[in-house]
């Protein structure tokens, strides 16, 4: 946490800041696809980018990220049916994310390997935000990749959770973030049916908590859960008080635990200490 630990001039960092917010740009792009496709059941490898509208396929310099929505105003090139305002906010979202998140780990000299699973935690936020919103649903194509990358950076890069993690330990604590965190959410799930009648907690928002757990630990699970309950809540009664509906009205929970689990990666170490300070005196 002290020296310089990187192996490339710090001189050379703004460009390195500004090649990671171009490859979240791309990245964002690619985001787009599976926010489209994945929950249609439709392949997000297949079959190249076309005009929902009027088929025409979309050439490479019209799938800039960021700057093709900018020069086409928004618009199909060929029929100048309007291309939803959601592609361009994906593309800078994920961008800005990845930045943010690259800024952090260098600024507190972590790991650069901790930013695999940092990026792969980010890419399933923005999926979840999207998806959930319009579809009420955490698919799990987009859930078990980052189950899988937890685990396996865990067993290759054990320096993700702390300097001197042990290969055996650090397979562990993404072990138990996985099965401790998944668990305790899929027991909330069955006894919060149980106990209300309603599905409160889908599978979905159980495997997406397995997936922080896996990546990140326990602590971000219970962060995640802790903070999306608050503001769930929150942003619940708010919609309640406008629309003048009843309880039953859902919303999706996916976004506020994203936004909890975001909020944990760029703070979570910094939080724990504050709580830990509170005790101490
Ligand atoms: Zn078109």
Known sequence: MNEYPYPFSPDVMPAWHVMVFVIGACIGSFLNVCIWRIPRDESIVTAPSHCPKCGHDIAWYENIPLLSWIVLNGKCSKCK????????CVELLTAVLFYILFYKVTFDH????????????????????????????????????????????????????????????????S?????????????????GKMLFKVEALGWGDVKYIAAVGACLGLKACFFSVLFGSL?????????????????????????????????WMFYGERLTVLYLQLFRH
């Open 81 to 88: 049916s309007p291309i939803t305002f959601r592609y361009f």
């Open 110 to 173: 972590q790991p650069l390997s901790i930013l695999i699973v940092y990026f792969g935690v980010t890419m399933l936020i923005v999926t979840t935000i999207f998806i959930d919103i319009e579809h009420f649903l955490i698919p799990d194509k987009t859930t078990y990749p980052v189950i899988l990358l937890g685990v396996a950076v865990s067993l290759v890069f054990p320096e993700i959770w702390g300097v001197s993690t042990t290969r055996l330990q650090s397979f562990i604590f």
């Open 175 to 191: 072990a138990a973030g996985l099965l401790i965190g998944g668990g305790i959410m899929a027991l909330m799930a069955v006894f």
């Open 231 to 263: 503001t769930g809540a929150v942003a619940g009664v708010g919609i309640m008080l406008l629309k003048h509906s009843n309880l039953k009205t859902a919303i999706p929970f996916g976004p506020f635990l994203a936004a909890g689990t975001f909020i």
